[in-house]
């Protein structure tokens, strides 16, 4: 019974995370409703001091130590949150910033959030549908498990290279070329040759860099972490 109670309980739990996420979501503090719809803390509040340590008040691990669903309840609405051009990406409609109740396009379902594009059904967080008007949206990758995907490709990324020293370290023991198979995690990359000199020749490479960065993002493969923005990590 205790176990059917604790179940019952998460049941409870997740149907009511599932209730409250509705998609894009206004910032009450720079776009005002008479329904009190959206975030009540600014965007600088819910960044807090960052990604900080358990120490640092109001820091992500701080809240993930102290309050996970709390931490939970504020990465969702970041992903909800639409944006502002001074954020970074803002909407057209007077840049939502002004009173919904005189123009309910500060509120529409433009390209502003991370929710509009990554999510189903078309234009949600996962439930409901879009922001009142002009309703705009694409079928996105989802981004449950990114987390895990970008460890993975770490991990791939840490093998190939450890094969590729191996390789230059006994083409220089045995002072003569030495290949080996580029594997990891059951994936097949082609070979790497190791050269005395301390070269490498990559060009039996298969399907990834000759720098051995598995990236695991984008369609082409172009991106290492989702929190990369603008130059590209080696």
Not at 12 to 26: D, E, K, T, W
Not at 44 to 66: P, Q
Not at 108 to 137: E, K, M, Q
């Amino acid at each position: 019974m205790p176990f059917l109670g604790r179940t019952v309980g998460y049941a409870a739990s997740a149907l009511l995370l599932g209730l409250a996420m509705q998609a894009q979501m206004i910032d009450n503090t720079q776009a005002t409703n008479t329904a009190k719809a959206g975030i009540n803390k600014s965007l600088l509040d819910e960044i807090g001091s960052g990604r900080g340590d358990i120490m640092s008040v109001d820091s992500s691990l701080y809240l993930i130590n102290r309050d996970p669903f709390r931490s939970i309840r504020r990465g969702r609405q970041l992903f909800q949150r639409k944006f502002t051009t001074l954020q970074g990406q803002g909407p057209n409609e007077k840049d939502g910033m002004g009173d919904i109740d005189d123009d309910n396009g500060i509120g529409a379902g433009l390209s502003d959030s991370c929710a509009l594009c990554h999510g189903r059904p078309r234009g949600s967080g996962g439930v409901g549908g879009n922001v009142a008007t002009r309703p705009d949206s694409r079928d996105a990758g989802h981004l449950f498990g990114l987390g895990l995907k970008e460890m993975l490709a770490d991990e791939i990324t840490t093998d190939l290279r450890s094969t590729r020293d191996l390789a230059i370290t006994l083409a220089k023991r045995l002072k003569r070329p030495v290949a080996l198979k580029l594997v990891s995690k059951g994936i097949r990359y082609g070979s790497i040759t190791g050269n005395p000199d301390g070269s490498v020749d990559t060009s039996k490479v298969q399907g990834i860099d000759p720098n051995l960065r598995v990236k695991p993002f984008f369609a082409e493969a172009s991106t290492i972490s989702i929190r990369e923005c603008g130059g590209r990590a080696a």
